[in-house]
C-alpha cells in the first residue's frame, strides 16, 4: 500500500513551523485512547474490513488536510484513523508526524512525536514514510547524521521516493560548500599574494 503523496514537509528545517507549544496538548494521547462504553461496543460489533475501509478513508482525509497544512486538522483524522485500525504503521507514524507539526518544538512533544513515528516504523518496516518522518525529526534535532540514515532507509523502500531523494540531495549541495570554505580557508596563500622577500642579484 505504498503511497506517493505529499508528507507535508514544511518550508523551515525546511521549515518546521514556529508554533509555540500549547500547554500540555491532549491530541495523539494514548493510542489506542481510552473510549467510551458505547464506542467500544460499536467497534467491536463491526468487522475487521469494515475498520479497514473506514480507517483509510480518514487517512486520505488527513493526507488532504496535511497537503493543505491543516496540521491539527491532519491530526484528527490521523488519530481517528489509528484507532479504528491501530495494527497500520503508516497511519501511526503520520499521526506523529502531524503531532509535531500541531503541537511545535517542546521537547516533551518532540519525544512523543519521536515514539509514535518509530512505533510505527516498526509497525511497517516495509513503507517508507515512517523513515522519511524519523529524517525530518532526526534534522529537526540537528542530528544530521542520523537524518541521512532515515532517508536512506526511505530511499531503500522506494527508490522513487521524491521527497526522501530531495533532502538528501539538500544535504549533499549543503556539504560540499562546507568542504570547500573549509578547502579555502586552510590553503596556502598563493605566491602573488606572500609577502616578498629580498630576492638575489644575478652574480
Known amino acids: 500500500m505504498a503511497r506517493q503523496t505529499s508528507a507535508g514537509s514544511p518550508s523551515t528545517v525546511r521549515g518546521l513551523p ?4 500549547r500547554s500540555r496538548p491532549t491530541s495523539c494521547r494514548a493510542l489506542p485512547s ?15 474490513p469494515q475498520r479497514a475501509i473506514a480507517a483509510e478513508r480518514e487517512f486520505q482525509k ?14 484528527g483524522h490521523f488519530e481517528r484513523a489509528v484507532e479504528l485500525y491501530p495494527d497500520e504503521g503508516e497511519y501511526l ?4 508526524w502531524s ?6 518544538h517542546d521537547d516533551a512533544v518532540f519525544r512523543k512525536a519521536f515514539d509514535l513515528v518509530k ?6 518496516p516495509d513503507r517508507e514514510k515512517p523513515y522519511l518522518f524519523l529524517g525530518r525529526l532526526c534534522q529537526a534535532a540537528g542530528h544530521l547524521d542520523a537524518a541521512e540514515r532515515m532517508f536512506m532507509k526511505a530511499v531503500e523502500r522506494r527508490p522513487d ?9 539538500l544535504m549533499q549541495m549543503r556539504r560540499p560548500k562546507q568542504g570547500l570554505l573549509g578547502r579555502l580557508l586552510r590553503r596556502p596563500a598563493p605566491d602573488s599574494e606572500r609577502k616578498p ?3 638575489k642579484r644575478p652574480g
Do not use: Q
Request: aromatic letters at 6%; proline letters at 0%; hydrophobic letters at 30%.
Open 18 to 21: 514556529s508554533r509555540r507549544v
Open 34 to 48: 481510552a473510549r467510551s462504553t458505547s464506542s467500544r461496543s460499536s467497534r467491536a460489533a463491526s468487522s475487521r
Open 62 to 75: 488527513g493526507e488532504a488536510r496535511l497537503r493543505s497544512h491543516d496540521w491539527s486538522g491532519a491530526l
Open 93 to 96: 507514524a503520520y499521526c506523529g
Open 99 to 104: 503531532f509535531y507539526l500541531t503541537h511545535g
Open 119 to 124: 512505533r510505527g516504523a516498526k509497525l511497517a
Open 161 to 169: 521516493s521524491i521527497e526522501a531523494l530531495r533532502e538528501l540531495r
Open 197 to 199: 622577500g629580498k630576492r
